[in-house]
């Protein structure tokens, strides 16, 4: 089936259902997400008119800048190779798209005729409505599309003519070349600004708060287990490439985002008092504890990043080759801090450098559950997007990953699902933080 898929954020569906609207109208096969039918698995079927449409159509503005779902539509069009139409509604062009022709609709205007005449030239319309786009009329011949090689090459030419003239007359070659006449200004001028090669992302960077991070690169991995339902059925997942944090969230580097104001100390949900270890220097790189979803999630803002989503959380766990654990198949006291008989209590981060994960993550097993950014979905899996996929938008609880050091083996496998509500805090959960290169 052939479309044209519309992106938008719902907080400009008025514009967006006017804008498909006019599409209708004009013979096309426009698509929103409200036309999903009942019953369907709407994540799979966004994903699938995104791979059959003839092109993308993106409504830009602030609201749709930080829709999660339009930044994933906008990543998923773009690797499947679809032509991409913005239209900026509101505010600035965004940065992956400073070099792609827009559209102007602000105030809520629609798009030009023009705009309409080009679109028919690449997807099939309605025969009965193929007459009623007319273009409109010129008094001149119309200016082509503005492509920034053509620039590059007439300034190119000019600066020929320019040496030229220069053998002629004996104009110093190095004031051609310093930009000092009109056609080497023009060079500087119009050439592009992006690098000819793109800088090669670090295996590991440090944040602003001295928080250190490693690289999970882009690709695609298996995801979940034939063990458990809510695990079932493993699927293929792609992501793109992110950081996440080495090593689980200390209670030092939570303290730096209390002294700053942000977040709230750690404190038992059943009593006004703090963590034994918080603020204790002996324990300064010990898992933060007895923090909620929302605090958790309010640090890891804090530092411009977001919790993980549960599939970039596994993903960093267990790399791409399906594994039970992060370093393989079986587990012993030797790689992970997971039943009571091990430890007993929480331990140091970077205590299991054999358990480490295939990025060089450390306490993916064991140690402490740790929140992610989904709501939890006890059949998620069976209708899950393939692309950067987010969860249910709505739930009973928030996902926690990776088993703790009370809980048996079972539960530090790399693919375990529990869920806790957003409010739960105790001894044996924590979390960390990733970062989209975006």
């Known amino acids: 089936m052939s479309h044209i898929f519309i992106s938008y954020s719902h907080l400009d569906k008025t514009y967006a259902h006017k804008l498909h609207h006019h599409l209708i109208e004009q013979g096309f096969d426009a698509w929103i997400d409200d036309r999903i039918d009942y019953g369907s698995r709407w994540p799979r079927e966004i994903e699938a008119r995104l791979r059959e449409c003839d092109l993308f159509i993106l409504v830009m503005s602030p609201n749709s800048y930080e829709s999660e779902w339009v930044q994933n539509e906008l990543s998923f069009a773009k690797k499947l190779g679809k032509p991409i139409y913005p239209l900026l509604l509101e505010g600035d062009v ?24 080009r679109l028919a030239e690449i997807t099939p319309r309605n025969n009965s409505a193929s007459e009623k786009i007319k273009p409109e009329p010129v008094a001149r011949k119309q200016r082509p599309e503005r492509n920034w090689n053509a620039p590059i090459t007439i300034a190119i030419i000019g600066a020929v003519a320019t040496l030229c003239a220069a053998l002629i007359s004996n104009l110093p070659l190095k004031e051609i070349f310093s930009g000092e006449t009109p056609a080497a200004q023009a060079i500087f001028e119009t050439a592009p600004t992006e690098p000819l090669m793109q800088t090669s992302v670090p295996d590991e960077i440090i944040d ?40 689980e969230v200390t209670n030092a580097s939570y303290k730096l985002c209390v002294d700053a104001g942000e977040c709230n100390p750690p404190k038992q949900s059943d009593s006004s008092t703090r963590s034994p270890y918080y603020a204790n220097p002996q324990y300064d790189n010990y898992p933060v504890i007895y923090v909620d979803w929302s605090m958790a999630n309010t640090f890891c803002a804090w530092r411009d990043a977001t919790l993980p989503s549960e599939a970039q959380w596994e993903k960093a766990a267990r790399g791409t080759d399906g594994r039970t654990y ?51 979905g006890e059949n998620y899996y069976k209708s899950s997007l393939s692309f950067n996929p987010l969860g249910p938008d709505s739930g009973a609880g928030r996902v926690l990953r990776g088993g703790s050091w009370n809980f048996i083996n079972y539960g530090s496998r790399s693919a375990v699902r529990i869920n806790g509500t957003p409010g739960f805090n105790v001894n044996f959960i924590g979390f960390r933080c990733a970062r989209s290169l975006d």
Not at 97 to 115: A, E, N, R, S, Y
Not at 212 to 233: T, Y
Not at 338 to 363: L, N, R
Request: glycine letters at 10%.
């Open 326 to 376: 992060p370093w393989g198949e079986d587990i012993s006291c030797d790689t992970a801090n997971y039943i009571s008989s091990c430890v007993g209590d929480t331990s140091e981060g970077g205590d299991y450098d054999i358990g480490k994960s295939p990025y060089g993550i450390y306490d993916m097993a064991g140690n402490v559950w740790e929140w992610v950014n989904d709501w939890y």
């Open 94 to 117: 965004w940065m992956q798209l400073h070099i792609t022709q827009f559209v102007d609709v602000k105030d809520g205007k629609l798009p030009p005729t023009k705009f309409f005449v």
């Open 208 to 247: 602003a708060q001295g928080i250190e991070m490693r690289l999970v690169p882009a690709g695609a991995f298996s995801m979940g287990s034939d063990r458990e339902d809510e695990e079932k059925p493993v699927h293929t997942v792609d992501l793109s490439a992110y950081f996440i944090d080495t090593y």
